[in-house]
């Protein structure tokens, strides 16, 4: 019998979006942009939540 796990609830900073491209605005010799990745800090890049429970469990 399968077995269902809830869902977690979404990062409230982040809206479930979790990691970003920010152009620096400068250009590769090729002409392409050049960006960096900038992930959520309060869910490190993962888009969810964790609970208060879930990170006395953990130790975060």
């Given at each position: 019998m399968?077995?269902?796990t809830r869902p977690r609830?979404?990062?409230?900073h982040c809206d479930g979006f979790p990691?970003?491209?920010?152009t620096t605005?400068?250009?590769?010799?090729t002409g392409h942009r050049q960006t960096i990745?900038?992930?959520c800090?309060?869910?490190?890049?993962?888009?969810h939540s964790l609970s208060a429970r879930s990170r006395t469990?953990?130790?975060?």
């Amino acid at each position: 019998m399968p077995q269902h796990t809830r869902p977690r609830p979404i990062c409230g900073h982040c809206d479930g979006f979790p990691t970003v491209a920010v152009t620096t605005g400068q250009t590769t010799p090729t002409g392409h942009r050049q960006t960096i990745t900038a992930a959520c800090p309060a869910c490190h890049g993962t888009g969810h939540s964790l609970s208060a429970r879930s990170r006395t469990r953990v130790g975060v």
